[in-house]
């Protein structure tokens, strides 16, 4: 597909798209993950996007129960991350209708759930979606099985994505149900092949791990042989993450089973970093200048600068 210039607020510009650039695989959901791929196609020569696919709140739930396909949203905004020049379907994805039946829902989701009903593939739907709005990458979902986010807080169960976002009390586990969810194959394939695998930042328990409860995409993870960077968050979500630091977020990852081998935070942030407790981990710390300066969110230039620097 052409160059295009980064959409939306972003200064990234985009790298050159030839076969000898990076490939780039960033696992996560939500604007977190968004705002990675802002990053990643700065430098990336290609650049996959593995999404989780459990939400159940908004219209991704509606829509989930209405027509059974996985979670529509958090895809469609990785979807517009990627996509090319401000083009008018690049706008008309995040348009959200106001009154009637269609009120909540955004265009995007819409888009993608007639693609998926009318190709019956929901990979080749979003890949379809990708071309509507000129994506420069691909985006899949973790899994087209139905899942359902399922953890374990303080000891009580807790069942759902919105739920869980809104637990109060330490999140000990979070789950698939069921816990055999069969991974996207090309996702699978993509981290597999990859030069770099991301992992964005974002809502810890229920954008990032529930892309690794999907075991093959974990295993997958685990034997590449590019090397895996956790983005840190830069604040904490309330009351999802209420009273954890950066380096407890990285140890919420290993004790799912996740693999990291890179640590990229920025010094000073509200979330701190132990950065001898991350090495006896077996991960390296790398501190860096990622954030916008006022501490709130990922500069995309400054995020892409920094992961470049560690291919």
Not at 151 to 166: I, L, M, T, W, Y
Request: proline fraction near 5%; charge should be negative; charged fraction near 20%.
């Amino acid at each position: 597909m052409p160059c295009a210039s980064i959409i939306g607020m972003s200064t990234v510009t985009d790298a050159a798209r030839d076969h000898n650039g990076p490939a780039v695989v960033a696992l996560g959901g939500g604007h977190g993950l968004a705002v990675a791929l802002r990053a990643i196609r700065g430098y990336a020569g290609s650049v996959t996007a593995v999404v989780s696919v459990a939400d159940d709140g908004g219209s991704s739930g509606r829509l989930r129960r209405d027509h059974g396909v996985p979670a529509p949203g958090d895809l469609r905004r990785c979807l517009v991350a990627l996509a090319g020049e401000d083009t008018l379907w690049s706008r008309a994805f995040e348009h959200r209708f106001s009154g009637g039946e269609l009120h909540g829902h955004a265009l995007g989701n819409l888009v993608i759930v007639g693609l998926a009903e009318m190709l019956q593939d929901f990979t080749r739907a979003l890949d379809a979606a990708g071309e509507l709005v000129h994506a420069i990458g691909r985006v899949l979902p973790a899994t087209t099985d139905p899942v359902v986010l399922k953890a374990d807080v303080e000891g009580h169960p807790v069942q759902g994505q919105v739920a869980v976002k809104n637990s109060t009390g330490r999140v000990r586990k979070v789950e698939l149900v069921p816990g055999d969810a069969v991974a996207c194959p090309d996702a699978v394939a993509a981290i597999a092949g990859a030069d770099q695998i991301v992992l964005a930042p974002g809502s810890l328990f229920t954008s990032l791990i529930p892309v690794l409860c999907v075991r093959e995409l974990r295993e997958a993870v685990a034997v590449a042989t590019a090397r895996v960077v956790q983005v840190a968050n830069l604040r904490p979500q309330i009351p999802e993450t209420e009273g954890l630091d950066a380096t407890d977020h990285l140890v919420a990852v290993l004790d799912h089973g996740g693999r990291v081998d890179d640590f990229l935070y920025e010094p000073g942030a509200a979330l701190a970093v132990d950065e001898d407790h991350v090495r006896r981990l077996g991960v390296r710390p790398v501190p860096a200048q990622v954030g916008d300066g006022g501490g709130e969110i990922h500069d995309p230039a400054r995020l892409a600068l920094a992961l470049e620097a560690l291919l």
